[in-house]
């Protein structure tokens, strides 16, 4: 009798980029770069994230993402990278305190904005679920007539952004993503979803920095 893996499930841990350094400091880059801090930070998540059995490390395009991204998959040799602009960084939606500054942001950034974070809703929490869970053909099932079956997650990493974190954490939740700047999020911090085979969500933990000494937990 052979032993299959019956997937039950999903964990996503959400990782913000490591502090990072921007456009008015040199080298330039508008997309912002690691600092020594940043890599330190993100050094020490891998280590945290180094004792899970990640399959898959989806990451913004944007260059901070990149290099958190890569030192963490540094750790984590199975672990496949996928860069996406999906991922990057956003104003999910105008929260319901706005800061001042917002009233700057032309209403069609917000609107594609909007509509970007969806679809990362979407594909990253329902639709890759979907597909792994799909019925198999005759062939398959006969196959696994006889064998026995062990209950598996799947784990997975998004690196990406606070704001766009922060809007995954109230999805989670079912609460509104109008409340998302109540939420905050450290460099490297890792909040972890769990996704159930009926595309239930629950929030796991909410940036958790523990992996991270106090002296470097940082904002930037």
Sequence with gaps: MGVVAKLMGRRIYLV??????Y???EPKDVHGYLTD?????????????????ISKIHHSDLHRACQTAELIGS??????????????ECI???PVHPAAWMAEIPPETITEHE?????????????????????????????????EFVNTEQHEVIV????????LACRAMRISPEYWTHLDNHNCGVSEISIKDDDQTMLISHNDTGHLPYSIRTFV
């Design 115 to 147: 509509r970007r974070v969806q679809r990362v809703f979407h594909y990253y929490f329902t639709e890759p679920l979907a597909e792994s869970l799909a019925k198999p053909s005759e062939a398959e099932f006969a196959k696994t007539a006889n064998a």
């Design 37 to 53: 801090l940043g890599q330190q930070q993100a050094l020490l998540t891998a280590e945290r994230l180094s004792q899970l059995p």
């Design 92 to 94: 999910p939606c105008l």
């Design 75 to 88: 750790k984590l040799p199975a672990a496949v990278l996928q860069a996406s602009p999906l991922l990057r």
């Design 16 to 21: 913000r980029h490591g502090q990072a350094a």
């Design 23 to 25: 456009a008015n400091t």
């Design 160 to 167: 990406c952004h606070g704001n766009l974190i922060r809007y």
